[in-house]
């Protein structure tokens, strides 16, 4: 029986060593290796400080032993300060595993096929160049290469069948999602065929101004979070965790055909102070106010004008814990009215009193001298006109002028005006006007040669020496 125990023991002991994992070191890199004793992964190197320009090949042998490796593991170099270079033929780059590091380069050989959540995030790349053989890019929100504020390029090999780039940007084959955006790039807007944005595509660009997502977009995930953006025109109709923390943000333009605000579209955005809804259907929050996911977390609701369309406020005042938490919601008339003057060397237009849901608009031509206003593009020569604006109309007008015929000399009657040392006399409110018609009251004064005086019971031609 003492033998037998011993023995029992002595086997369970082996299990337990066979087991475990052993970490091995081979050009100064730490791997470990797995339980099949035939692979390794690269593992812990956080404290590396050997030579910075590092290679990971895909086999390596240790005590006359060849061994596979199979993966780059989570956090393997994360804040590493030593490494600069990198030369990687590692099929699976894990997560995070060069996260914050030093890294300014790399070089991904064939063999690798996946990158994973975070891979180089907030490193010094610059460029990246994706081999035929990746096939597992990762679109969590913390893409492999998010918060790399000076990555200017990606390229992808022609032969790879699952990725392509154009411009530096990288998208899926086909390109019609939009997976990276390299954070040093301008950015230009969208390419026609593009009717996705990535999760994380923006995340921590500084690029942003003004952004316009094309109807086509559909809910655009948190593809934009923590970026630069101040005003957000969405056409498509659906956001969805799309602007969190992006904290600059000041104004949100939803369109007409605008549906649905997801979970925590807008949290963090503390600058906000404007948002215009354009659409006679209220959009819908998918989450209270209150709500764990909150749709406006952290904004202030009450520094935030919110303008709806015309006899609208009221719905949105009665949709409690969600829209009703903004306490500033105005009726508003969306419209699209345009004046022109059809030739601004004879006359001068404006919109003087601008229409709102109860008001109409009041337009005015305003004639230089020498000219008179005419008429308008459409036929009518009211002048000032009043205009009702529906909502959403689009109306564009053009004055247009015509020269004044000159008074005939033989026409001008007697009257009390008279002319001396360069100066006319006559009635109070007199008008002085040239042979082309033209108002030179102004110049009286200084007048020479022969004029037309209007008041206003009379009209006479002086002459003046």
Known sequence: MRKITLLMAALICGTVAANAEENITVNDIVYTINSDGETVVVGNNQAYTG?????????????????????????????????????????????????????????????????????????KLTTVHIPAGVSDISTY?????????????????????????????????????????????????????????????????????????????????????????????????????????????????LGVGFQNIGDLTFKGCTALRTIVCKGETMPVMLQTNTSYWPCFGEVDKSQVTVFVPCGKSAGYIADTDKWADFTNIKDTLFYD??????????????????????????????????????????????????????QYATIALTAEFEAVTPTALNAVTTSSVYAENGRIYGAEGARIYDLLGRDVTRQNGSLSGVYVVKTANATQKVIVK
């Open 51 to 123: 030579n910075p320009d590092v290679e990971l090949p895909d086999t390596i042998e240790y005590s006359a032993k060849k061994y596979a490796v199979t993966s780059v593991s989570t956090a393997a170099f994360e804040n590493n300060t030593t490494i600069k270079t990198l030369n990687v033929n590692v099929p699976i780059i894990g997560l995070g595993a060069f996260r914050r590091s030093a890294l300014e380069a790399v070089t991904l050989g064939e063999r690798v096929t996946a990158l994973g959540i975070g891979a180089f995030e907030k490193t």
């Open 337 to 390: 009215l345009q004046v022109a003057s059809a030739n601004e060397t004879q006359g001068t237009v404006a919109i003087t009193t601008a229409p709102d849901c109860t008001t109409d608009a009041q337009i005015e031509a305003t004639p230089v001298s020498g000219y008179k206003f005419v008429k308008w593009s459409d036929d009518n020569t009211e002048n000032p006109r009043t205009l009702t604006v529906a």
């Open 141 to 253: 929100n913390d893409q492999p290469f998010c918060n790399c504020q000076d990555l200017t390029a990606i390229t992808v090999a022609e032969e790879n069948t699952t990725y392509c780039a154009i411009d530096g940007v990288l998208y899926n084959k086909d390109v019609t999602r939009l997976i990276t955006f390299p954070l040093a790039k301008k950015f230009e807007g969208f390419r026609e065929t593009v009717t996705q944005i990535g999760s994380g595509a923006f995340k921590d660009y500084n690029g942003f101004d003004t952004l316009v997502i094309p109807k086509r977009m559909d809910k655009c995930g948190a593809a934009f979070q923590s970026s630069s953006v101040k005003t957000v025109i969405a056409e498509n109709t659906f956001l969805n965790n799309s602007f969190q923390n992006c904290n600059k943000i000041e104004t949100i333009i």
